[in-house]
């Protein structure tokens, strides 16, 4: 990656984080941890590796992208907004009365969302979907799909992997975000995953496992995705929940948090303070 790309990115990137830990402070609590973990991710599909027309969503040639992890949807509604699916306003309505934006992601209401998603687990199988019909008209798109590591508790992922590698769905590029934590607590403490990367070889995955927030790592990885012919593939994150934020990476109960206090509330301003000025640096 050059060193253009790679401050143009780190730039895409801390927006992002910033329009999205604004618009929770806004609605006054959210999924802020997971939302945060797949910024970087989020950065690189849409600023490098993504095919899509904003002006047009419903391209048909465009790449999808699957959040089955529902509840990270704030991230990607200000990542949307970035790039010029809909106005950056929106992002202030998250969550509210007759917004296009939900707490979670619905196809019917936002530009550029292609699967409804948030009853965990229920994402894979659509990618799955998705992938094959685009297989099937002989359409050379990807869909990308984004599955938490809490949510692989849920047997249907593993449903769907399955159905994924026997196909051999090559053209959906399964990205787990492994932050290590969920509602309860740890993966480990609530339902050890064990080796999430080796579980996936073992599925039929042709799978690498990177940094979560080392953006050319995630670039490369997926191209390395992208060179399999004949063969499912599978990019293992590792993440933190709050990822970028130390503030939010270090607090425990990061899951979702509530902004309501004066404390959290003084300490959020210094983080945006902190992140806007680094987007002046890397622009």
Same mark, same amino acid.
């Given at each position: 990656?050059?060193?253009?790309?790679?401050?143009?990115?780190?730039?895409?990137?801390?927006?992002?984080?910033? +329009?999205?830990?604004?618009?929770?402070?806004?609605?006054?609590?959210? #999924?802020?941890?997971?939302?945060?973990?797949?910024?970087?991710?989020?950065?690189?599909?849409? !600023?490098?590796?993504?095919?899509?027309?904003? =002006? $047009? &969503?419903?391209?048909? @040639?465009?790449?999808?992208?699957?959040?089955?992890?529902? #509840?990270? !949807?704030?991230?990607?509604?200000? /990542?949307?907004?970035?790039?010029?699916?809909?106005?950056?306003?929106?992002?202030?309505?998250?969550?509210?009365?007759?917004? $296009?934006? &939900?707490?979670?992601?619905?196809?019917?209401?936002?530009?550029?969302?292609?699967?409804?998603?948030?009853?965990?687990?229920?994402?894979?199988?659509?990618?799955?979907?998705?992938?094959?019909?685009?297989?099937?008209?002989?359409?050379?798109?990807?869909?990308?799909?984004?599955?938490?590591?809490?949510?692989? $508790?849920?047997?249907?992922?593993?449903?769907?992997?399955?159905?994924?590698?026997?196909?051999?769905?090559? $053209?959906?590029?399964?990205?787990? +975000?492994?932050?290590? =934590?969920?509602?309860?607590?740890?993966?480990?403490?609530?339902?050890? &995953?064990?080796?999430?990367?080796?579980? %996936?070889?073992?599925?039929?995955?042709?799978?690498?496992?990177?940094?979560?927030?080392?953006?050319?790592?995630?670039?490369?990885?997926?191209?390395?995705?992208?060179?399999?012919?004949?063969?499912?593939?599978?990019?293992?994150?590792? /993440?933190?929940?709050?990822?970028?934020? =130390?503030?939010?990476?270090? %607090?425990?109960?990061?899951?979702?948090?509530?902004?309501?206090?004066? @404390?959290?509330?003084?300490?959020?301003?210094?983080?945006?303070? +902190?992140?806007?000025?680094?987007?002046?640096?890397?622009?």
């Amino acid at each position: 990656m050059d060193k253009q790309t790679r401050s143009k990115l780190e730039v895409l990137a801390a927006t992002i984080r910033i +329009d999205t830990i604004e618009a929770i402070r806004k609605i006054g609590a959210g #999924h802020i941890g997971g939302s945060l973990s797949i910024v970087e991710l989020l950065a690189v599909l849409y !600023g490098k590796q993504m095919t899509y027309d904003a =002006k $047009n &969503p419903n391209w048909e @040639a465009r790449d999808r992208l699957v959040i089955s992890k529902g #509840h990270a !949807g704030v991230a990607w509604y200000s /990542t949307l907004a970035e790039v010029g699916f809909f106005d950056k306003e929106w992002l202030l309505t998250v969550n509210q009365g007759g917004t $296009n934006l &939900p707490s979670h992601p619905d196809r019917t209401k936002t530009p550029g969302v292609d699967a409804t998603t948030g009853s965990l687990g229920q994402g894979t199988s659509v990618a799955a979907g998705m992938a094959t019909g685009l297989k099937m008209q002989k359409n050379d798109a990807y869909v990308y799909l984004i599955v938490g590591d809490g949510e692989l $508790n849920e047997g249907q992922c593993w449903e769907a992997f399955q159905y994924i590698a026997h196909f051999k769905l090559n $053209n959906c590029i399964v990205i787990i +975000d492994e932050n290590k =934590k969920q509602l309860d607590g740890s993966t480990e403490e609530i339902m050890n &995953p064990f080796d999430i990367a080796e579980k %996936m070889r073992a599925f039929g995955f042709k799978t690498s496992r990177v940094k979560g927030n080392d953006m050319a790592a995630i670039d490369q990885a997926i191209e390395d995705c992208k060179a399999v012919e004949d063969q499912a593939v599978c990019l293992v994150l590792d /993440t933190i929940k709050g990822q970028g934020v =130390k503030y939010f990476e270090e %607090m425990d109960a990061n899951h979702s948090v509530k902004f309501d206090n004066e @404390a959290i509330l003084e300490e959020t301003d210094k983080i945006l303070a +902190d992140l806007r000025e680094l987007t002046k640096e890397r622009g």
